[in-house]
């Protein structure tokens, strides 16, 4: 790239041609580099943008939640899931049904992250809702090993399936949800509430556990006990659909032409290494988005800054 004396940047440009064709150019340069306009940047509402990162953050709180009950109950439910005779490896097998959860989480985010892309986050969000409230709900209604022998810890397995493929789809739809709602400045902020509310849903778990197995006692939580916080999570998870449906789409993906959906899958992997680089992004507008600022003020100011130095 190559700047001549009139501020003229032109790409593998012989600098003769140029010269006598400088308006053609010039126009091939804007083509390139068009100018920054009052109408390409989004002025967000702050009480909207309250209002979806409250959502976004109960309803990651409410999913994790569901997620979350099952390492609480780890040792109860290789009671009731597993044979019984030996309790290192009823504790193992249940530990390891909680790890073929993560196993697909990553297949879940390939799934709903271009999902996302093409038909919007809200409704993305909303379906792993409802896909993690039934996986919740349903194991508290599984049948003990005692009852239905092998058939109760392969729907378990299956359950947990459905949960962890729902995970995989909620934190980063919900990270892009809150990111795409913020203003440049304010991001970091905003998306801090992603993982308070991850904490509270796993707090929240914890202390429902410890409540029901201080009350019922070990006898009571392995005869009854350990299904009502799988059974409290459907209605939650109600809850949680109900706060996502009532916010609309945000403005990044109502304005955009969206690229295709499957590069999203390689957006991810870039950003995987551009975590490390958080400190200095965090305040830049996203990749390929207009900017996005808090006040009809700080867009002029932006517009202005954009303008090209007049010449005389």
Same mark, same amino acid.
């Given at each position: @790239?190559?700047?001549?004396? &009139?501020?003229?940047?032109?790409? &593998?440009?012989?600098? &003769?041609?140029?010269?006598?064709?400088?308006?053609?150019?010039?126009?091939?340069?804007?083509?390139?580099?068009?100018?920054?306009?009052? #109408? &390409?940047? #989004?002025?967000?509402?702050?009480?909207?943008?309250?209002?979806?990162? +409250?959502? =976004?953050? $109960?309803?990651?709180?409410?999913?994790?939640?569901?997620?979350?009950?099952?390492?609480?109950?780890?040792? /109860?439910?290789?009671?009731?899931?597993?044979?019984?005779?030996?309790?290192?490896?009823?504790?193992?097998?249940?530990?390891?049904?909680?790890?073929?959860?993560?196993?697909?989480?990553?297949?879940? *985010?390939?799934?709903?992250?271009? @999902? *996302?892309?093409?038909?919007?986050? +809200?409704?993305? %969000?909303?379906?792993?809702m409802i896909m993690m409230a039934i996986g919740t709900f349903a194991i508290? %209604?599984?049948?003990s090993y005692a009852t239905i022998g092998f058939w109760a810890p392969a729907?378990?397995? %299956?359950?947990?399936?459905? !949960?962890?493929?729902? /995970?995989?789809?909620?934190?980063?739809? =919900?990270? #892009?949800?809150?990111?795409?709602?913020?203003?440049?400045?304010?991001?970091?902020?905003?998306?801090?509430? $992603?993982?308070?509310?991850?904490?509270?849903?796993?707090?929240?778990? =914890?202390? $429902?556990? #410890?409540?029901? /197995?201080?009350?019922?006692?070990?006898?009571?939580?392995?005869?009854?006990?350990?299904?009502?916080?799988?059974?409290?999570?459907?209605?939650? *998870?109600?809850?949680?659909?109900?706060?996502?449906?009532?916010?609309?789409? /945000?403005?990044?993906?109502? +304005?955009?032409?969206?690229?295709?959906?499957?590069?999203?899958?390689?957006?991810?992997?870039?950003?995987?290494?551009?975590?490390?680089? @958080? +400190?200095?992004?965090?305040?830049?507008?996203?990749? *390929?988005?207009?900017?996005?600022?808090?006040?009809?003020?700080?867009?002029?100011?932006?517009?202005?800054? !954009?303008?090209?130095?007049?010449?005389?």
């Open positions: @790239m190559a700047e001549h004396e &009139d501020g003229l940047r032109v790409i &593998d440009a012989a600098p &003769d041609a140029v010269r006598r064709h400088r308006a053609l150019f010039r126009v091939v340069q804007r083509r390139r580099n068009p100018r920054l306009r009052r #109408t &390409d940047i #989004t002025v967000t509402d702050e009480a909207a943008v309250r209002r979806a990162v +409250k959502a =976004a953050a $109960l309803g990651n709180a409410m999913e994790w939640f569901d997620f979350g009950v099952y390492s609480y109950l780890a040792v /109860t439910l290789g009671h009731v899931f597993f044979p019984s005779g030996n309790d290192t490896v009823q504790l193992l097998s249940s530990f390891a049904t909680f790890a073929v959860s993560f196993l697909v989480r990553p297949v879940g *985010g390939m799934v709903f992250g271009p @999902m *996302g892309d093409k038909i919007g986050r +809200k409704q993305v %969000l909303a379906l792993t508290g %209604l599984i049948p729907l378990l397995i %299956l359950f947990r399936l459905v !949960q962890g493929f729902s /995970t995989g789809g909620e934190y980063g739809g =919900a990270a #892009t949800f809150i990111a795409e709602y913020a203003p440049d400045r304010r991001r970091g902020f905003f998306g801090s509430f $992603l993982e308070l509310g991850t904490l509270a849903g796993y707090v929240a778990a =914890a202390g $429902l556990v #410890t409540l029901l /197995t201080t009350w019922l006692g070990g006898a009571g939580m392995e005869a009854w006990g350990w299904r009502v916080p799988f059974l409290v999570g459907g209605p939650i *998870g109600l809850v949680g659909l109900y706060l996502r449906l009532r916010l609309d789409e /945000t403005p990044a993906f109502q +304005k955009l032409a969206l690229m295709p959906a499957y590069y999203a899958v390689i957006a991810a992997l870039v950003g995987v290494i551009s975590v490390a680089c @958080m +400190k200095e992004t965090a305040r830049r507008p996203l990749d *390929g988005s207009p900017p996005s600022v808090a006040t009809p003020e700080e867009a002029a100011r932006l517009v202005e800054s !954009q303008a090209p130095v007049p010449r005389f």
